[in-house]
C-alpha cells in the first residue's frame, strides 16, 4: 500500500518563500479523501501506545497524559517502567493520510486496569485493532488479548515495541506464547519512529482488509 503523508510542522509549501498564514498550516484532510477508518491501539501498561500515535499523527495528537499514582497499586505491574511517571487516563487520538484516498483515525486506549471497561466503548466501528506488545513484559499481553476477546470484535495484528534492551523473539515463539492463530500478523515496531510505526499500521490495514473482505465475502 502505498502512502503519502505530509508534515503539519512545515505545512504547505509556500511558492514566494513568505511565511504561510497560520490557518493555512491546519493539516485538513486532502479533496481527495474518500474512505476514513477507525483504529485501535490497545496494549498493557506503557506498551508505547501514546508514543506510536503521536509519532504517526499528521494533526497534533489530543492525549490524556495524568501522573501515575497509587490507585494502581497492586493491580498494575510497574516492574521494567521506572522511568514511567504519567499514564493514559481517557484516550489517545490521532490522524494519519495512508495515501490519496485513505485516512486513519487512530483511537489509543488507556493501559491501567482499572480503565480496562472503557475499551469496549472506544472499540465502537474500528475497522482493526493494533495490539502494541512489549516482549520483556509478555505476561500482561495475555489479559490483553483475553480483553479483545471479550470486548473488541474487529481483526487485529500485534505490534513487538521494540525498547533499547528488547531481545528480539522469534514470531513463531511469541505465536505460541500468546497462542495467536496463524494469519494474525506481528510486525516488530519501533513506537518511537514513524515510519517503523507506520508499517505496522499498514500491515494491520492489510489483514483487516483481507478480513472484511472474506466476510463480506469477497
Ligand atoms: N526506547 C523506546 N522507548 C519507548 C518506545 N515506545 C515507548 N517508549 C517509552 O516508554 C514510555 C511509555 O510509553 P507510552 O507511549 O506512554 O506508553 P503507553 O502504552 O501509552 O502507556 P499507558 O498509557 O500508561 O498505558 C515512554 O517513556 C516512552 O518514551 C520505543 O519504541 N522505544
Ligand atoms: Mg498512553
Request: hydrophobic share 40%; with cysteine.
Given at each position: ?9 512545515s ?6 518563500g513568505?511565511p ?5 498550516r ?33 494533526i497534533?495528537?489530543?492525549?490524556t ?7 494502581g ?16 487516563v ?29 475499551w ?12 502494541l ?10 489479559e490483553?488479548?483475553?480483553q479483545?476477546?471479550a ?24 505465536r ?31 489483514h ?11
Amino acid at each position: 500500500m502505498a502512502f503519502a503523508t505530509f508534515d503539519p510542522a512545515s505545512g504547505p509549501p509556500s511558492a514566494d518563500g513568505e511565511p504561510e498564514d497560520p490557518v493555512e498550516r491546519i493539516p485538513y484532510l486532502p479533496g481527495s479523501i474518500t474512505r476514513t477508518a477507525k483504529i485501535l491501539v490497545v496494549g498493557d501498561l506503557g506498551v508505547g501506545k501514546t508514543s506510536l500515535i503521536g509519532s504517526v499523527s499528521e494533526i497534533a495528537p489530543l492525549s490524556t497524559e495524568e501522573p501515575l499514582t497509587q490507585a494502581g497499586e497492586g493491580v498494575d505491574d510497574l516492574t521494567g517502567l521506572d522511568g514511567k511517571t504519567t499514564t493514559t487516563v481517557a484516550m489517545d487520538f490521532g490522524r494519519i493520510t495512508m495515501n490519496e484516498r485513505l485516512a486513519l483515525y487512530l483511537f489509543g486506549t488507556p493501559g491501567q486496569r482499572r480503565f480496562w471497561n472503557m475499551w469496549a466503548g472506544l472499540a465502537e466501528g474500528a475497522v482493526g485493532v493494533l495490539v502494541l506488545v512489549d516482549s520483556r513484559r509478555l505476561a500482561g499481553s495475555f489479559e490483553v488479548l483475553d480483553q479483545i476477546e471479550a470486548q473488541v470484535p474487529a481483526p487485529f495484528a500485534v505490534a513487538v515495541n521494540h525498547f533499547p534492551d528488547t531481545h528480539p523473539h522469534p514470531h513463531e515463539q511469541l505465536r505460541q506464547a500468546l497462542d495467536l492463530l496463524p494469519e494474525t500478523p506481528i510486525i516488530d515496531c519501533n513506537a518511537l519512529d514513524r515510519a517503523s510505526s507506520i508499517r505496522a499500521l499498514v500491515t494491520l490495514a492489510g489483514h483487516a482488509i483481507a478480513v472484511h473482505g472474506r466476510k463480506d465475502g469477497r
